[in-house]
């Protein structure tokens, strides 16, 4: 059974910080590749960061680029969002994906075939 376990989430004031970690177990593939999504009140999903597995491939998005960083551990199979100079528009559940690494954009919830509950990020003015 694949369980993605997310952590880290949290209230934190504009231009802070905060960490999230995402635990991945029983995976079925060992080429996977982890992501991370987000999802803000009344808005689409919304693609942050991926990376592979062996952590040789990441992408990133405009908006958080520079303050926004994904990090791999792949003995612990955990993948990390370090998230700096944090917004209060940066408020969103974040959600943790995982899928096998292949030909569909890193950056489309369709290249993830297992998902973690979502952990809350506020940020405040």
């Known amino acids: 059974q694949v369980q993605l376990v997310e952590s880290g989430g949290g209230l934190v004031q504009a231009g802070g910080s905060l960490r999230l970690s995402c635990a991945a177990s029983?995976?079925?593939?060992?080429?996977?590749?982890m992501g991370w999504f987000r999802q803000a009140p009344g808005k689409e999903r919304e693609f942050v960061l991926a990376?592979?597995?062996?952590?040789?491939?990441?992408t990133y998005t405009g908006s958080m680029k520079g303050r926004f960083a994904i990090s791999i551990d792949n003995a612990k199979d955990t993948v990390y969002l370090q998230m700096t100079s944090l917004k209060p528009e940066d408020t969103a559940v974040y959600y943790c994906?995982?899928?096998?690494?292949?030909?569909?954009?890193?950056?489309?919830?369709?290249?993830?075939?297992?998902w973690g509950q979502g952990t809350q990020v506020t940020v405040s003015s």
């Open positions: 029983g995976l079925p593939f060992s080429n996977y590749r």
């Open positions: 990376i592979n597995w062996s952590g040789s491939a990441t």
């Open positions: 994906a995982a899928g096998q690494e292949g030909k569909e954009r890193p950056g489309s919830a369709s290249a993830y075939a297992y």
